[in-house]
């Protein structure tokens, strides 16, 4: 992960010769230089994924796809609300309910619920190990349950504490958006998820999103750790500035 958080997240996925990078919200110079702290140059990606329209995941997408020449996937409705999409020259429309494939990954888009026009989450498989991502979302379906069952690693939103919220500098009607049923996973919420679907295969969950006012690693694991029956360490957050280093799929 490049950086994961309110003020920019952008995420690499590589299988085989194949890399795509799930949303950025980061400036095109600051892009490449946060690549290049995992060893990779812009012209190692092979596509961006969007998820969703806000500008901490698409800010930095239209510029950086541009100036690499880089295809776009995302849903009608995203792109119908995102300003910049049409400054994307490369786009291909994703069926949040229809598998595709980019290179050596094959692609599971699924929907959520957000205060987004069309937005959307992935799974990544090479055929026989999956990654489930999921972020930006109010509450949990029955359908985010099952298409999340049965992952090898998991990038899980724990966005907020509900009681830090509650407490914390946040305007009400600010906090009521984030709490809301198109808003963030809370601690609670993404705790209540891992306790509900077959985490048996899991051998990697990192904790995304995280809020730096309503929020810390600790309060986040602490949540989690619980449903998993683990050790703390074991659960990894993403941070804002410095992302999450590779973790690789055995």
């Given at each position: 992960m490049l950086g994961s958080g309110s003020r920019g997240n952008a995420t690499v996925v590589e299988c085989g010769r194949t890399r795509v990078l799930i949303d950025n919200g980061f400036a095109a110079m600051e892009t490449a230089r946060r690549l290049g702290r995992l060893g990779l140059s812009p012209e190692d990606i092979d596509g961006i994924l969007?998820?969703?329209?806000?500008?901490?995941?698409?800010?930095?997408?239209?510029?950086?796809?541009r100036r690499h020449d880089i295809p776009v996937w995302l849903t009608i409705g995203t792109s119908a609300s995102w300003n910049e999409a049409?400054?994307?020259?490369?786009i291909g429309f994703i069926n949040p309910h229809e598998r595709f494939a980019i290179g050596d990954l094959e692609i599971e888009p699924y929907p959520v619920p957000h205060d987004a026009r069309e937005p959307c989450q992935f799974v990544f498989s090479d055929g026989n190990?999956?990654?489930?991502?999921?972020?930006?979302?109010?509450?949990?379906?029955a359908h985010m349950r099952a298409t999340l069952s049965g992952c090898d690693a998991l990038l899980l939103?724990?966005?907020?504490?509900?009681?830090?919220?509650?407490?914390?500098?946040?305007?009400?009607?600010?906090?009521?958006?984030?709490?809301?049923?198109?808003?963030?996973?809370?601690?609670?919420?993404?705790?209540?998820?891992?306790?509900?679907?077959?985490?048996?295969?899991?051998q990697h969950l990192a904790l995304v999103h995280l809020s730096e006012t309503n929020n810390t690693p600790a309060q986040a694991r602490a949540a989690v750790v619980g449903a998993l029956d683990c050790e703390p360490d074991w659960i990894v957050c993403a941070d804002q500035d410095q992302g999450l280093d590779w973790r690789t799929l055995s």
């Open positions: 969007v998820t969703h329209e806000h500008s901490d995941h698409c800010g930095g997408v239209a510029p950086f796809a049409a400054a994307c020259e490369r190990r999956r990654l489930g991502v999921l972020s930006d979302a109010g509450h949990v379906t939103e724990c966005n907020h504490d509900p009681h830090t919220l509650a407490n914390g500098p946040y305007p009400a009607s600010l906090k009521r958006r984030v709490a809301g049923m198109q808003g963030h996973l809370s601690n609670a919420q993404s705790a209540a998820l891992l306790a509900a679907i077959d985490c048996t295969r899991l």
